[in-house]
């Protein structure tokens, strides 16, 4: 079967780094994506990756390595607008995504 | 860009109610996906179309539910009769491409929020 897995909640502080792991097993892949949802919001998009390697984008990365069927999202300078849930999704052979079941981000001033 | 729209953001209603979710997809998007999502299952697809037509509904859940798309511009989720099972935010989502060139990444709606009693 396919299965996305990340940690249920995890908990930093204001002005730290946190760095949400992801790994997966999925018929095949076609590329990881991290999106971030605020509670009572819908997902909006962070980062993709489809090479092995670090994507930056401001105080957000996300790094990929195919052959451990591994991400994580790296988030610097966190502050507390941070704080929501983080989804991993891989795009399988089909294209279709699938779905982690998110981490709780919880920043504490 | 007005983004994915849906309605209504919140439904209350009894068991055995008809339930109808609508959603506008981005224009120019030629795939539109419907979601749900609980605490307890997390995000599931629900069935999605590529240029409105229906391309796999294996996720809706049983005979209950059903999903159209007249046209490029307007989709509906009905649950027909509602249980209280039902209860969950239903997310519309759209992208440019039946394929996955790039990242076609998926914008969401802001969701439905439905809860049968």
């Known amino acids: 079967g396919q299965n996305i897995d990340q940690p249920t909640e995890m908990t930093a502080t204001e002005g730290a780094i946190v760095q949400i792991n992801c790994t997966y097993q999925?018929?095949?892949?076609?590329?990881l994506f991290w999106y971030q949802q605020h509670a009572g919001e819908a997902p909006t998009f962070l980062s993709y990756?489809?090479l092995d390697g670090l994507e930056e984008k401001g105080r957000f990365s996300s790094f990929l390595s195919r052959s451990k069927g591994y991400s994580y999202l790296l988030l610097k300078e966190l502050q507390m607008k941070d704080s929501a849930s983080y989804l991993c999704?891989?795009?399988?052979?089909?294209?279709?995504?699938?779905w982690g079941a998110g981490t709780k981000l919880i920043i504490k001033p | 860009d007005a983004g994915v729209i849906q309605s209504p953001r919140h439904e209350v209603t009894e068991m055995g109610q008809e339930v109808t979710l609508r959603c506008k997809p981005i224009?120019?998007?030629?795939?539109l996906f419907w979601y749900r999502q609980t605490m307890m299952r997390g995000l599931e697809l629900l069935i999605y179309?590529?240029?409105?037509?229906?391309?796999?509904d294996s996720g809706m859940p049983e005979d209950r539910f059903s999903a159209k798309m007249p046209n490029a511009s307007f989709s509906t989720l009905k649950i027909q009769p509602s249980e209280p099972r039902d209860s969950a935010v239903y997310f519309c989502?759209?992208?440019?491409?039946?394929?996955?060139?790039?990242?076609?990444?998926?914008?969401f709606g802001a969701g439905s929020r439905l809860t049968v009693l």
């Open positions: 989502a759209s992208t440019p491409a039946g394929s996955s060139s790039g990242a076609n990444v998926l914008t």
């Open positions: 224009s120019g998007h030629n795939s």
């Open positions: 179309f590529n240029n409105n037509v229906p391309i796999d």
């Open positions: 999925t018929s095949g892949f076609n590329g």
């Open positions: 990756n489809v």
């Open positions: 999704a891989v795009r399988d052979s089909n294209y279709q995504l699938i």
